[in-house]
Antibody
Framework: EVQLVESGGGLVQPGGSLRLSCAAS????????MSWVRQTPGKGLEWVSA????????FYADSVKGRFTISRDNSRNTLYLQLDSLRGEDTALYFC????????????WGQGTPVTVSS | EVVMTQSPATLSVSPGQRATLSCRAS??????LAWYQQKLGQAPRLLIF???TRATGIPARFGGSGSGTEFTLTISSLQSEDFAVYYC?????????FGGGTKVEIK
């Protein structure tokens, strides 16, 4: 059974940093691209970033480009998202999501880790 | 970026009735569209991919159709567990984008 467990969220001041982690199990982690998706309070879903199975490519939403960095450690089956220069609008629940082998739709999701940016 | 627009924002339906949800893309995404269901306090659950293929374990009352820029999710006979928020997502282009959601509520 696929399991994705996020951690690392919390309360941070504007301009601050956080590193989110997603521990994966139940599948061959290195064979899959992985994404982060966020959901702002009371609002919808926003894809944030993705990285290839070997970490060979990375994509970012324009809203986070230059501030967030996605990475992975395939030896630890863990996905990361480094959040720098945080803004109030980054306040959200951050999900780790695993796409299907056939394409970039998300067949498995974690339960999310909350990030609150506030002074 | 491909903008996904869902309508209506809220749909009030009686149990046992049919629900029809729409999703429109600002440019063609071919059949590269997925639908998700999200209940309060839970992560999204994949319902449909490839515009019309049900994901594993999804009941046959959920059906997807469309291609290009116009898509529809139909729930043929709403059950109590189907009242939730539904999102579409295109995966034809980067960045991946989601619609704003349709809340299906009990009438």
């Amino acid at each position: 059974e696929v399991q994705l467990v996020e951690s690392g969220g919390g309360l941070v001041q504007p301009g601050g940093s956080l590193r989110l982690s997603c521990a994966a199990s139940g599948f061959t982690f290195s064979r899959f691209a992985m994404s982060w998706v966020r959901q702002t309070p009371g609002k919808g879903l926003e894809w944030v970033s993705a990285t290839g199975g070997g970490g060979g490519y990375t994509f970012y939403a324009d809203s986070v480009k230059g501030r967030f960095t996605i990475s992975r450690d395939n030896s630890r089956n863990t996905l990361y998202l480094q959040l720098d220069s945080l803004r109030g609008e980054d306040t959200a629940l951050y999900f780790c999501a695993k796409p299907s082998v056939g394409g970039n739709w998300f067949e498995s999701w974690g339960q999310g880790t909350p990030v609150t940016v506030s002074s | 970026e491909v903008v996904m627009t869902q309508s209506p924002a809220t749909l009030s339906v009686s149990p046992g009735q049919r629900a029809t949800l729409s999703c429109r893309a600002s440019q063609s995404v071919a059949s590269n569209l997925a639908w998700y269901q999200q209940k309060l306090g839970q992560a999204p659950r994949l319902l449909i991919f490839g515009a019309s293929t049900r994901a594993t374990g999804i009941p046959a009352r959920f059906g997807g159709s469309g291609s290009g820029t116009e898509f529809t999710l139909t729930i043929s006979s709403l059950q109590s567990e189907d009242f939730a928020v539904y999102y579409c997502q295109q995966y034809n282009n980067w960045p991946l984008t989601f619609g704003g959601g349709t809340k299906v509520e009990i009438k």
